[in-house]
């Protein structure tokens, strides 16, 4: 009974669904041991010659009655009961809802997206579950059961009612036990389910990489063990379960076969008559159904106490996020790296180390490096994606950063990721995502400036055009355009472009370049890159090397120095050169042709 008590809160909330629902299914029980009594006395009537036409129209007019009266409190508690879990449903998700959104990337890198997907819809189902179905189950069998042994002893007899109820203290015992097992196994059911649902998103996810590897039967494979995997597990549970029916069986079975021979004894002894004797059986076959809504009860309460004990798990990890965010206006100023070291884990090497360098408002900043070299792990301490060690360690306006809500921080930024995301909605519903009511030529400027309104206006629904799911239907180009174009909209403060550039031609991102030039004078630009040419004309280029600084500078100062920069662009001047001369090569011998 564990998560009836970690769901009292929503009990209480409830209370008056809940405990309307008790009082319905109250007068729904009492209602349905009417029958076998008016049973048991007609059958006293006719063995006695006592019955009259207008005496069995009085029964029978009673029975219909009470089976209007049950037929319709039945409707209203299970309306209460479902809707009142239907409502639980909807708050658990909303919960988790708000969790995923308000955690920090270290959170989305313990828990794969699969994972999270399978608490919000399976894990909230069986909870969901257990507060409909199995409040009701319980409830019904408890107020069932628990009447009608009243009525047996009340109105027939207490011994004969003691000596039918000596088996289910056996019955008691095997129950508790075969709870515990399926608690344990439906954990682990659960817990496949979560592993077959990542995979399954995963890949899909990733169809198209898997069929240019020709991985699909490799695949498929892995998808099959998983598969099996859920299906023993499962099938594991269901063995449990199956031994409830035939244990309540042999319990009621058994209790059949005292009442029979001892009812029979006392009918011959005249201390019961036939009629209270038939009567008796009836409420004994009447038992079957809470003794069985036990069993099933068990099934259901299990499930949702493991998925219930997941989802809770899952909502009790904390982000320290918020602890020092004092200030209320926006950040204003420099923006200044002083940071002598920051590591993901407790290794021997930090991720970054000896990072000092100060950003005045209206620069334009180039981080540029080989892969792996720290650049995107700078702005994503900027977003307050993690936090460093120290609270000076990086400033906005004189104040740590961590000072600034989060929200009230990012604000500030325009951001454009390296693994830039679109919607499956419109172009025009993901370039307007920060500002749905934008007008036209608003949004149109945005994509003119990214270079990506001409490719729209191609199309065939130009702007109405639906991408489809992460934009697939569009080149790698176009969806790095698109989500500059979204981050332009915005007009914000700090525009950060994290290697935004890579998947465009060099004319196009110069063209890009000349447009943030002149239309963002006096806001800050920060793009990190591979290619030296989106960084030459910053005001400050920070090299970056193995986690720190290499060198840092103006492009001039940067070729003096003779150093990595220098030997990079001087390669990528030299390839760029190459490749121009054999287009132009091409472009003539098509001429000649």
């Not at 005292?258 to 008796?280: E, H, K, P, W, Y």
């Not at 892969?371 to 906005?396: Q, W």
């Not at 740590?400 to 419109?426: E, K, M, N, W």
Request: aromatic letters at 10%.
């Amino acid at each position: 009974m564990k998560v009836f008590r970690t769901l009292v809160w929503f009990f209480k909330q409830e209370k008056w669904r809940f405990g309307s629902a008790m009082i319905a299914l109250l007068i729904t029980a009492f209602c349905s041991l009417m029958p076998p009594q008016i049973i048991g006395r007609v059958i006293d009537h006719m063995t006695g010659k006592t019955l009259t036409p207008q005496l069995l129209i009085m029964y029978l007019m009673v029975i219909f009655i009470t089976g209007v009266i049950v037929y319709g409190l039945r409707y209203y508690s299970r309306l209460q009961l479902f809707g009142a879990s239907a409502k639980l449903g909807r708050l658990l998700r909303q919960q988790l809802y708000d969790k995923y959104i308000s955690m920090r990337p270290a959170f989305f890198q313990k828990y794969r997206t699969g994972d999270l997907m399978a608490h919000a819809t399976n894990d909230i189902r069986a909870v969901q579950s257990t507060a409909g179905i199995g409040v009701m189950t319980i409830s019904d069998a408890v107020i069932m059961g628990g009447m009608t042994l009243v009525m047996m002893a009340a109105t027939i007899s207490v011994k004969l009612t003691f000596i039918a109820m000596l088996p289910l203290p056996i019955l008691v015992i095997l129950t508790q036990f075969y709870g515990h097992l399926l608690h344990k196994g439906f954990k682990e059911a659960q817990g496949a389910f979560s592993e077959l649902n990542d995979k399954t998103q995963e890949s899909i996810a990733g169809v198209k990489v898997m069929k240019s590897f020709g991985y699909e039967s490799s695949d498929e494979e892995d998808f099959r063990q998983l598969s099996d995997r859920v299906v023993a597990k499962n099938l594991k549970v269901t063995k449990i379960d199956a031994l409830f029916d035939p244990t309540i069986q042999i319990v009621i079975g058994a209790s059949y076969l005292l009442s029979v021979i001892f009812g029979a004894r006392m009918v011959i002894d005249n201390t019961i008559t036939i009629g209270q004797l038939i009567t008796f059986t009836t409420y004994l076959g009447m038992m079957i159904w809470p003794l069985l809504a036990l069993g099933f009860f068990f099934n259901i309460v299990q499930r949702g106490r493991a998925s219930y004990d997941r989802i809770l798990d899952l909502l009790a990890v904390v982000d320290d996020t918020h602890h020092h965010e004092t200030l209320t206006v926006p950040p204003r100023g420099a923006i200044q790296f002083q940071l002598d070291q920051f590591a993901f884990s407790k290794a021997d090497k930090p991720d970054l180390y000896n990072i000092h360098f100060t950003i005045e408002p209206g620069m334009t900043v180039g981080i540029v490096g080989s892969t792996g070299s720290g650049k995107s792990l700078l702005i994503r301490l900027l977003l307050r994606e993690f936090d460093p060690p120290r609270a000076k360690d990086i400033t906005y306006g004189g104040h740590p950063i961590q000072q600034y809500p989060i929200q009230l921080l990012r604000a500030q930024f325009g951001y454009v990721p390296q693994d830039h995301f679109l919607f499956s909605s419109t172009i025009r519903g993901n370039i307007a995502f920060s500002a749905p009511q934008v007008d036209d030529a608003t949004l149109y400027h945005a994509s003119e400036m990214s270079r990506i309104h001409q490719d729209i206006m191609t199309l065939p629904q130009q702007y109405d055009t639906v991408v489809g799911e992460r934009g697939v239907s569009l080149s790698g180009g176009q969806k790095q355009r698109i989500s500059i174009a979204r981050a332009l909209l915005k007009d914000p403060e700090v525009l950060i472009l994290d290697d935004s550039l890579s998947a465009v031609d060099a004319e196009t991102e110069t063209q890009i370049l000349q447009n943030l030039k002149q239309e963002r004078q006096g806001k800050t630009n920060i793009i990190t890159a591979h290619r030296m040419s989106a960084v030459m004309h910053a005001d400050l280029i920070i090299v970056m090397r193995d986690g720190t600084i290499l060198e840092k500078g103006s492009h001039e100062t940067l070729l003096q120095l003779q150093g990595w920069y220098a030997d990079t662009f001087q390669a990528q001047a030299m390839e760029n050169r190459l490749n121009q001369a054999l287009e132009e090569q091409v472009e003539r011998g098509k001429n000649d042709e």
